[in-house]
């Protein structure tokens, strides 16, 4: 079961939502199921107007798989605030109902398909006896004439105003269509005086009374559009005397793609280059890897060792770190805080003093700096910059060219375990931008630190969290690729934002704090980096 869910989730992140959500209704036969209840199909068209509901959102917002369920859980707590319109239960019937919409009214509003059977209308006889109008197009006082007094001049300025507001209807009706467009035209009388016939009149004198001559016109038009547009007679319809009911519908088929799309162009992240699978729109990466076991450990006792394990677990973490004050870890307001995200992400209220307790030893915990060393607890709040979300633009990027990069690293202590991890990588060639979270970026005596908190689980032991189990964790979870990404990051931001800046002087390093080894004593669960300039410089040229 638990790799049939696994699946599900690589769908999810490869191909979307919805294709993960239609085979999941498929292969666990949820329709069926649903069905056999007395109430099923109600049952199904919530089920199917929630995943619409989610589908739409991830769209829109451009969210991935974690922050949209942090989305879909927020909403359910909410439900009772909530008033909009979508979220009201459907009724079936109503689904594949034609609206029949007035231009005016259809003014802000997109609809997959759009019919506009009438557009070539002629407008209706002016019967009026005042007629309104402006002197000069950019005046705003109106002047007013009778019909028997209206001159000629006026009444050409009166014809041109109307016109223009004609032509500005005929343009809402032209752009509602999401999809595809309908639009008809005939040889009728008085048609080439419509707000259509004078735009089709200034295209290669499209409009004429020869239905042959007006159609090789609009061919010529059609053909300069690469494809957007098709003419075509209007097909003869049945003649019907009465309302008929619903028929078997043809099999419809696709109309084929001419175009070229260019797959290699999109949104970059960390994660997408580790996994190999395209950008969803980045969310803050809460736990490093999208395959971390997600079972609960058996052991008697609580300990940050026997805390729950899982993306749900990250998602806990980096809520409390986004708000607490690290002068002030454990004040009432970071317990209730810890309270509610307990309850939020479905762990027991009992993990409190567990939770109290890591934040308790990451305030106090020293940071290595040159000589000396830091602890979060010497750093104002004011001084504190979390959840930085950075993008910069990326020049085509390939597997190989990233990797040699990486081979060509004259690291010393990493030297070896570089190749193994650029050795790993493999990602479709991408080009357009870079983007990511930056946990924490902290300023101390004038030095800018990089933080990424790390909930893994690395082992039961405090040395499972320090030297070589460190390094291993740091390798096999591409570490050193993400803190270089970020650290560029961080490093073209200062160099526009502050004057006379120098990489050296300006910039601290990087810290990843595995908060599961915060030890009682000493700088356990900590490493710490800072690369070279140079190298830095080398990855900009590669990338930008």
Sequence with gaps: MQEKFFRYRD??????????????????????????????????????????LLHQKSESAKLGLINLYTWF?????????????????????????LQIVTIHSSKGLEYP???????????????????????????????CAFRESLADDQKRKFEKECLAEELRLLYVALTRAKVRLYLCWANKKGAEDSALGYLLSGLDGAITTNDEAMFRSLERLAARAEGRIEV?????????????????????????????????????????????????????????????????????????????????????????????????????????LIRRQLVTQGFSGEWEEVVV??????TLVKLPW??????????????CLREIAFTFPLRRLETSSLTSLLHRLNMTAHKDTWEWEGGRLRFNPVE???????????????????????????GER?????????????????YHLQYLLYTLALHLYLGKRLSHYCYDEHFGGVYYVFLRGLAPFGPNGIFSTKPEEGLLNELKGLLL
Excluded at 120 to 140: A, G, I, M, S
Excluded at 370 to 383: F, G, M, R
Aim: glycine share 6%; with cysteine.
């Design 11 to 52: 769908l999810w992140l490869e191909k979307g939502f919805m294709t993960m959500f239609l085979t999941f209704l498929a292969e666990e036969k949820v329709k069926v199921r649903l069905l056999s209840f007395v109430d099923g199909e109600r049952r199904l068209t919530n089920v199917l107007h929630l995943a619409e």
């Design 73 to 97: 859980t927020t909403q359910i707590q909410r439900w009772d605030d909530l008033t909009e319109k979508e979220y009201e239960m459907r009724i079936e019937s109503d689904e594949d109902a």
């Design 113 to 143: 398909i759009v019919f506009c059977p009438f557009l070539f209308d002629p407008p209706t006889e002016n019967k009026r006896d005042v007629f309104l109008f402006h002197e000069w197009p950019e005046e705003e006082t109106l002047l």
């Design 232 to 336: 075509c007679s209007l097909p003869e319809g049945e003649k019907i005397s009465s309302l008929q009911g619903k028929r078997e519908e043809p099999l419809l088929t696709f109309r084929p793609f001419k175009g070229s799309i260019d797959h290699s162009w999109g949104i970059a992240s960390f994660s997408s280059l580790i996994s190999g699978v395209k950008d969803m729109g980045e969310q803050p990466d809460y736990d490093g890897t999208m395959y971390e076991d997600i079972s609960v450990p058996l052991e008697e006792g609580k300990s940050i060792f026997t805390f729950p394990r899982g993306i749900k677990t990250g998602i806990f973490f980096h809520e409390i770190l986004r708000q607490i004050d690290f002068q002030d870890p454990v004040s009432e307001t970071t317990r209730l």
């Design 357 to 362: 307790e890591v934040l308790r030893q990451l």
């Design 370 to 383: 040159d000589n000396e060393s830091i602890c979060l607890a010497q750093v104002d709040k004011k001084n």
């Design 432 to 458: 357009g931008y870079m983007r990511g979270f930056i946990d924490l970026v902290f300023v101390y005596r004038g030095r800018y630190f990089l933080v990424d908190w790390k909930s893994n689980f690395l």
């Design 462 to 478: 405090w040395e499972d969290y320090s030297g070589e189990a460190l390094e291993r964790a740091m390798v096999q979870n591409y």
